[in-house]
C-alpha cells in the first residue's frame, strides 16, 4: 500500500496504533504498521525505560510517542510541577472527596493508605514538558500530541530533530489551529473514538478536515477504526491512513487491568459513554457503576482538568485489584463491539489488512463495467 | 455500478433518497437514484394526491414510500385513531402546555386560534396504516418503515404485491428483529444521521449490521452520506447502497420552509444534537432555542411518543410564520455541516457520483503495485 503516510515513514501499511504498552508498540511496527506510545501515565524516568525497551525491541522501525498537552487546564498560571501540583490539590472541594469515598465504600473497595498525588502527570503543559524531553533523547519518528495544538517551540524542536508532529482534531477549526502551528500531521478523530472525543462522527469529520487542511497536510482517520472494511472507508473518506486505539487493548501483548479485560470482550458497541468522569474533559469509557454514579442525581458534578483526575488518580489502582468490581472501567471507542478476541498484535495487523484487500476487491466488482 | 440493491430495484446508483418533497423523490429517482417519499405528515387523501403527482412525473422509474410505525408508543391500547387521539390528549399535563405557551409567548410567537390536533398523522400504527393502504394502491418499488419492526401483516401484503419492505434499524440485534419479520433491506442508520437516530455511529454499525443479518440481506448505510467520499465509505463497509435525507433539504426542489433554509445552509456539524423535544424520542435537530429549552433546567421534561409532538404540532406552523425566528429548527444529520449551497437534486446526484468515481480512483491508486 502507498500513502503520503506510508511514504513518509517507509512503512508498509498505513495503520497508526496508539497504545501505552510499548510491547503492542513495538509489535505493530515489526508488523509493518506504526506503533505509538502513549507517554501519559510515565514519569521521566519510567519512560526513558519503556523507550529503551522499544529501542531494542522494534527491529529498527519507526515509532512513535504521543503526549498530552492540552491547550486548556486549570493551574496553567500556578507555577511549575511541583507548585501547581500542590495548590491544586488544596483547590478540590470537600464534597468531591466525600462523594468519592462514599462511592468507592459502597463497592467495597480498600480505603487509601495515602495521599498520592504523583499519579498527575503529563496532563499538563509543565507535566509534559519532560515527558518530549526524553522522547526526543529517541531516535523515534512521531510526537503526537492530544488536546489542542503543541507549543511551537515543541513543534520547532522535534522538527529540528527531523520528528515529525502530529496533533489530534475533533473538528476542522481545531485541525487549522494545529496546522498553523506547524503540525505535520492532523489525527481527525469522530466522537466514536476512545479517549477524548468531540461530537462530530468520522464520517462526517473526515472529509471536512481534509478539505479544510489542505493538501500539504496528511489526515489519519481516527474513530470506528478497527477491521478492515473501516480502514477502507477511512481511506475513502480521503485520510491517508488510520489511527487505532482500543483494539490494541485486547491483543495478547496488552497490559490491560486484570478486571477490565473481560468487560472489553463481553461489551457490545452501546456499551460505551462520552463522560468528564476520569479526566474532567469529555472522554468515551466503558459505561459502568462508575460513570453512571458521576452522572448520576448524587453527583457533586466532575471536576475540570486536571483536578478531576488529580481527586480519582489515588483510587484507580484500588478499584482495580479490590471491591466489588462494578466501578472498573476503561478509555474504549464504540468498536469495543468487534473486539471478542483475544488475537496476537500482529494478526490483528495482518487481519485488518486482508480486510481491506476484501473490501477493495468488493468496490472494485461494484464499479466495474 | 451494481450492487444488489442497483440490480433488485433496476436503478443506475445506490443511493436513496427520503425526502417529504415529491419533486425530490421524483427527480432522484430521474436522475439514477431512487426516491422514498416519508408519508408522515400527510392524511391519507393528500397522500393519494402526492402519489398520484409523483407516478405522472417519475418517468416509470421506482420510487418509494417510508411510513411510521413505531413499536412502542404510548396509546396503542386506547382504541381507533380517533378515540386514541382524544384520550392521548387528554394526558398532555397543564405544566407542559404552560411550559409551550410560555416559551411561545417569550419568542414572540402568534397565540393559537385552534386546537390542532389533526397534525398527528402516522406517529402510530393506528393512523399509519391508512397511509400503508394508500401508498400500496400505487406502483411503488419500495416500503420503507422507520421505528422498528412493521407488522407482519403488513410486510406480508407488500410482498404480495411485489414491493420490498425496509426498515431503519440503529443497531444489531433491532436489525435482526426486522428481517425475522421478513424485511428485505436494513437501512442501517448512524448516531450522526438527521430525525430519530441510536447512539452508534455509522463507522462501527455498519459492518455490525452487516455481519448481525446475514448474506440474505441487503443493507443501506445511513448517517454522515453526503457526499461521494461518504457513499464510498458507505459501500467499503460492507453496505449495498446509500441512504441520504438531509442533503435533500437544501435543493432547489425541496420545500423546506423558509426560516428553516438560511439555518440549515449556515450550520457547521456541530450545530446539531440529538433530543425528545420534537417527537418524543432521540431525533437529531439544528440546535436552536428550541432544544436548548427543552433540556433547561426549567423544562418540565418531554412527554412519551406521541403525546410531546401532539402536544407541540399546533405550534409549529406558528413558529415558522411568526416570531423572533430563534424557536426554527429542523431534523437533520452532522452533514449539515457541508450543505453551504443550494443546487439541483440532479446536481447533488451526479456530485455524489462524481466524487465517489474519484474515491475510488483514490483508492486504487493507494493499492496498485
Given at each position: 500500500m502507498r500513502t503520503r503516510a506510508t511514504e513518509l515513514f517507509g512503512i508498509e501499511y498505513p495503520i497508526f496504533a496508539f497504545s501505552h504498552c510499548r510491547d503492542v508498540v513495538a509489535a505493530v511496527s515489526r508488523a509493518g504498521g506504526m506503533g505509538v506510545l502513549?507517554?501519559?501515565?510515565?514519569?521521566p524516568e519510567e519512560l526513558e525505560l519503556e523507550l529503551k525497551w522499544i529501542d531494542e525491541h522494534v527491529g529498527g522501525k519507526p515509532y512513535g510517542v504521543d503526549v498530552v498537552m492540552p491547550a486548556?487546564?486549570?493551574?496553567?498560571?500556578?507555577?511549575d510541577a511541583e507548585e501547581m501540583l500542590g495548590k491544586l490539590q488544596g483547590m478540590i472541594p470537600a464534597e468531591h472527596r466525600k462523594f468519592l469515598d462514599d462511592l468507592l465504600a459502597e463497592h467495597g473497595v480498600e480505603p487509601s493508605t495515602e495521599t498520592a498525588?504523583?499519579?498527575?502527570?503529563?496532563?499538563?503543559d509543565q507535566t509534559a514538558r519532560p515527558q518530549v524531553e526524553v522522547a526526543l533523547?529517541?531516535?523515534?519518528a512521531l510526537l503526537a500530541s492530544a488536546l489542542g495544538p503543541p507549543p511551537a517551540d515543541v513543534v520547532a524542536e522535534a522538527h529540528e530533530k527531523g520528528v515529525k508532529v502530529a496533533g489530534l482534531a475533533s473538528n476542522a477549526r481545531h485541525a487549522r489551529k494545529q496546522t498553523d502551528v506547524g503540525?505535520?500531521?492532523?489525527?481527525?478523530?469522530?466522537?466514536?473514538?476512545?479517549g477524548h472525543t468531540g461530537d462530530v462522527s468520522t464520517m462526517v469529520l473526515i472529509p471536512e478536515v481534509v478539505d479544510a487542511v489542505g493538501d500539504e497536510t496528511i489526515v489519519l482517520a481516527a474513530g470506528g477504526i478497527g477491521r478492515g472494511r473501516q480502514m477502507a472507508a477511512g481511506l475513502a473518506l480521503g485520510a491517508d491512513g488510520v489511527w487505532t486505539g482500543s483494539?490494541?487493548?485486547?491483543?495478547?501483548e496488552a497490559d490491560t487491568p486484570e478486571r477490565a479485560m473481560p468487560k472489553l470482550l463481553a461489551?457490545?458497541?452501546?456499551?460505551?459513554v462520552r463522560s468528564?468522569?476520569?479526566?474532567?474533559k469529555p472522554a468515551r469509557f466503558l459505561k459502568t457503576a462508575w460513570t453512571d454514579a458521576w452522572e448520576s442525581?448524587?453527583?457533586?458534578g466532575t471536576l475540570p482538568m486536571p483536578m478531576q483526575f488529580m481527586l480519582i488518580a489515588d483510587a484507580l489502582p484500588r478499584i482495580a485489584r479490590s471491591?466489588?468490581?462494578?466501578l472498573v472501567t476503561f478509555p474504549v471507542g464504540q468498536i469495543v463491539g468487534s473486539m471478542n478476541q483475544v488475537k496476537s498484535t500482529s494478526q490483528v495487523v495482518y487481519d485488518l489488512v486482508e480486510e481491506f484487500v476484501e473490501s477493495m476487491e468488493r468496490l472494485n466488482r461494484i464499479t466495474e463495467d
Open positions: 502513549g507517554a501519559l501515565y510515565f514519569s486548556k487546564y486549570e493551574g496553567a498560571e500556578l507555577g498525588h504523583r499519579a498527575l502527570l503529563g496532563w499538563t533523547r529517541h531516535p523515534i503540525v505535520d500531521i492532523i489525527v481527525a478523530q469522530g466522537t466514536e473514538a476512545g483494539i490494541w487493548l485486547t491483543v495478547e461489551a457490545t458497541s452501546r456499551d460505551t468528564r468522569a476520569w479526566t474532567g442525581e448524587n453527583s457533586p471491591g466489588d468490581g462494578e
